[in-house]
Nanobody
């Protein structure tokens, strides 16, 4: 099974930047670029939301309208990794951030958590002034 390891969370300042990493492994019969990888977050008392999703085979991406001007998703196929850069951090960005994967044959492009079946453990981001 696909396994995902998210890292890079921590305490950040308002207005600052953060780079999250997601390392994928466990591709037994297929490859990293057979999957879409997405970044999701869940703040206390709120539903999990999709921020950005990407397929490395052609670089197609999805960005949530609420954050698209402040985030960038990228991949490093050699490292089977996906990154999320976040800028102009706000206290409202405080959440647990998860990376997740789904086969590209699924509806990856809507970046909805219900369409992603493989999940990492999450990394906590706290934005404080």
């Amino acid at each position: 099974d696909v396994q995902l390891q998210a890292s890079g969370g921590g305490l950040a300042q308002v207005g600052g930047s953060l780079r999250l990493s997601c390392a994928a492994s466990g591709f037994t019969f297929d490859r990293f670029d057979d999957y879409a990888i997405g970044w999701f977050r869940q703040a206390p008392g709120k539903e999990r939301e999709g921020l950005s999703c990407i397929i490395s085979s052609d670089g197609s991406t999805y960005y949530a309208a609420s954050v698209k001007e402040r985030i960038t998703i990228s991949t490093d196929n050699a490292k089977n990794s996906v990154y999320l850069e976040m800028n102009s951090l706000e206290p409202e960005d405080t959440a647990i951030y998860y990376c997740a994967a789904t086969h590209v044959g699924n509806r990856w492009y809507n970046c909805r958590s219900s369409d992603y079946g493989y999940w990492g453990q999450g990394t906590l981001v706290t934005v404080s002034s």
